[in-house]
């Protein structure tokens, strides 16, 4: 055999090796694509079976499911949000406080969760989180007067009264905006 025959031989061995490999990592990718298509699916419909409970006003069986759907998919926010809405309503606000906090870790950009955050700051008597999270909702909806009056009572609590008479302005701007629009 000639050595052009070995090299050529060589270079399809190692053109087939190649294929093969990519073969099983994709085969592999497809795999955990699946696996990933499942676990989302999962999560919403754990989530949806989950809101109807809230609904329904059935808190446990909305809990056990949010649950699930975290498990499932763990950085789905809006499961997140939902289960601290329901922990709110079962006044258990420390709960409802770290499930908005991993809301926002998800998707930090709905001012509804940081102002949900900021309110359950308030009923735990945590008046500057309270301030951090209010402030965070309106720089991301600055139309939001019922946040600036919110924003307005923590600074009161915290004494600062000249920030919190500025936050009742906005609030007052942000109300008379709104209702010209």
Known sequence: MSDNQDSSDTVKLGE???QQGNERRLAD???VGLRHLESYRSAQ???KQAIDCLKQKSYQSAIANFKIAIQNNGELAEAHF???LTYFMLNDYEQARLSY???IKCES???TVHENLGIVCQLLDQHQDAVSAFTYAVA???KRAESYSRLGNSLQKLGKREEAKAAYQQAVLAKLKSEQS
């Open 101 to 103: 906090q991993q809301a």
């Open 109 to 111: 950009g709905d001012p």
């Open 45 to 47: 419909n754990a989530l």
């Open 16 to 18: 087939h090796n190649l």
């Open 82 to 84: 939902y289960l601290g």
């Open 140 to 142: 991301l909806d600055p």
């Open 29 to 31: 990718r497809s795999s």
